[in-house]
């Protein structure tokens, strides 16, 4: 039955589907996996693989039986809507006739080739969590994997140490600038700040964020240790230290159902197993179900 699937696409498959559900568990055996969900059904003591098995992981030649046709004719004509005629060739074209996992993942990687404006996250997710008083939100991006993480650290941003601090320098800042100098100061030792770093204090452009910062060196609360990098200066930085061993640690509050509602926003299950549809007849050296 091995030779009837594309190994590759069960692999990948059951990678999704562990990241999204770990307390399914993991099936080392591909076939144990396809049985426990239903693309493998057990008949009269044999193993039979159901069409949707075929159609999601099988081999491109089985997937061809089952489906006389081609999975999806991709064409590219790269005009504007408008200006766009019946008689306009396609400037790219390819047939899948693959199985649908293996369609997919085809159709992605055309299209990040061609994207202008890669994926983003609302921007208002990040404005929200500013105006609550959060320290900004972290985003990783693994494009080659094609996922990312974002982090929402329920932590004031301006904390009883630095509204103290804020007291001894004797200095009267703008609210941005005060922002940009309490991320600064809560970098650990040797990390600077970057102008995207600032541009998550809700600053809607890079040069907002250039704008702030260059404030804050004319008034020497900053350094600057490239074109984009920032930090603080060590005598200041030496001086916080001291006023924050003088504050009680802060407990930040519970995060708000708002919160929680936007969360929603950037999150999603992956599909789960499917019913194994069954077919009339056909592929009886693949072993599917009759």
């Given at each position: 039955?091995?030779?009837?699937?594309?190994?590759?696409?069960?692999?990948?498959?059951?990678?999704?589907?562990?990241?999204?559900?770990?307390?399914?568990?993991?099936?080392?055996?591909?076939i144990g996996f396809l049985l426990n969900w239903n693309f493998v059904v057990e008949r009269t003591g044999e193993m039979l693989?159901?069409?949707?098995?075929?159609?999601?992981?099988?081999?491109?030649?089985?997937?061809?039986?089952?489906?006389?046709?081609?999975?999806?004719?991709?064409?590219?004509?790269?005009?504007?809507?408008?200006?766009?005629?019946?008689?306009?060739?396609?400037?790219?074209?390819?047939?899948?006739?693959?199985?649908?996992?293996?369609?997919?993942?085809?159709?992605?990687?055309?299209?990040?080739?061609?994207?202008?404006h890669p994926f983003s996250l609302d921007r208002a997710i990040f404005r929200n969590w500013h105006d609550l008083g959060r320290v900004p939100t972290q985003l990783r991006n693994n494009k080659a994997r094609k996922e990312?993480?974002?982090?929402?650290?329920?932590?004031?941003?301006?904390?009883?140490?630095?509204?103290?601090?804020?007291?001894?320098?004797?200095?009267?800042?703008?609210?941005?600038?005060?922002?940009?100098?309490?991320?600064?100061?809560?970098?650990?030792?040797?990390?600077?700040?970057?102008?995207?770093?600032?541009?998550?204090?809700?600053?809607?452009?890079?040069?907002?964020?250039?704008?702030?910062?260059?404030?804050?060196?004319?008034?020497?609360?900053?350094?600057?240790?490239?074109?984009?990098?920032?930090?603080?200066?060590?005598?200041?930085?030496?001086?916080?230290?001291?006023?924050?061993?003088?504050?009680?640690?802060?407990?930040?509050?519970?995060?708000?159902?708002?919160?929680?509602?936007?969360?929603?926003?950037?999150?999603?299950?992956?599909?789960?197993?499917?019913?194994?549809?069954?077919?009339?007849?056909?592929?009886?050296?693949?072993?599917?179900?009759?």
């Amino acid at each position: 039955m091995d030779r009837c699937f594309d190994l590759a696409t069960v692999d990948w498959y059951q990678v999704q589907f562990a990241r999204r559900s770990p307390e399914h568990g993991q099936h080392a055996d591909p076939i144990g996996f396809l049985l426990n969900w239903n693309f493998v059904v057990e008949r009269t003591g044999e193993m039979l693989l159901t069409r949707a098995g075929v159609l999601l992981y099988g081999a491109d030649r089985y997937v061809r039986q089952i489906l006389p046709r081609p999975v999806f004719d991709y064409q590219r004509i790269d005009v504007p809507f408008d200006q766009w005629s019946v008689e306009q060739r396609w400037h790219d074209r390819y047939v899948f006739e693959e199985n649908i996992f293996k369609t997919w993942q085809g159709l992605v990687a055309r299209y990040m080739r061609i994207a202008e404006h890669p994926f983003s996250l609302d921007r208002a997710i990040f404005r929200n969590w500013h105006d609550l008083g959060r320290v900004p939100t972290q985003l990783r991006n693994n494009k080659a994997r094609k996922e990312f993480e974002l982090k929402l650290l329920n932590s004031p941003l301006i904390t009883e140490a630095i509204q103290r601090f804020h007291q001894t320098i004797e200095v009267n800042l703008a609210r941005d600038q005060a922002e940009v100098l309490a991320l600064a100061l809560g970098q650990q030792d040797g990390d600077r700040v970057s102008l995207t770093d600032i541009r998550g204090l809700g600053m809607s452009t890079t040069l907002q964020a250039k704008r702030v910062a260059e404030g804050l060196i004319r008034q020497q609360l900053l350094e600057p240790v490239s074109e984009t990098l920032f930090e603080v200066p060590e005598a200041l930085r030496r001086r916080f230290t001291q006023v924050s061993k003088q504050v009680t640690p802060h407990v930040a509050p519970q995060v708000t159902p708002q919160v929680l509602a936007l969360l929603e926003k950037v999150s999603g299950d992956m599909p789960r197993g499917m019913s194994g549809l069954q077919i009339p007849s056909g592929l009886k050296s693949c072993g599917v179900e009759v």
